[in-house]
């Protein structure tokens, strides 16, 4: 069964940045799934965030963190990352890292999740 273990959250104040890291183990390569990112903040529903093609040559983002945010992927490292810039206190929330057979099964038992990562921006 995969695990996925997000890090590199914490507090920043705004207009800094973060990099979020979410490294897969068990005898699971991310080669094979989509991954993404979403998050969820107090009080508020989950929302996706980006995600990326197995093999990193197509990404997609929520309008909120276009141009701000780049999802990355290593294969070899089993690693998927997200870069924040240009933070703002409405980026605050739990920020979860997703394994999936496709983006439309991520809300399904075929995806797996991560404990997530908090990040809080700071006016």
């Known amino acids: 069964q995969v695990q996925l273990v997000e890090s590199g959250g914490g507090l920043v104040q705004a207009g800094g940045s973060l990099r979020l890291s979410c490294t897969a183990s068990?005898?699971?390569?991310?080669?094979?799934?989509?991954m993404a990112w979403f998050r969820q903040a107090p009080g508020k529903e989950r929302e996706f965030v980006a995600a990326?093609?197995?093999?990193?040559?197509?990404?997609n983002y929520a309008d909120s963190v276009k141009g701000r945010f780049t999802i990355s992927r290593n294969n070899a490292d089993n690693t998927v990352y997200l870069q924040m810039n240009i933070v703002q206190p409405e980026d605050t929330a739990l920020y979860y890292c997703?394994?999936?057979?496709?983006?439309?099964?991520?809300?399904?038992?075929?995806?797996?999740w991560g404990q997530g990562t908090q990040v809080t921006v700071s006016s």
């Open positions: 997703v394994l999936a057979p496709g983006l439309a099964t991520v809300t399904t038992s075929l995806a797996s």
């Open positions: 990326i093609t197995r093999n990193g040559d197509s990404t």
């Open positions: 068990g005898r699971t390569f991310i080669s094979n799934y989509i």
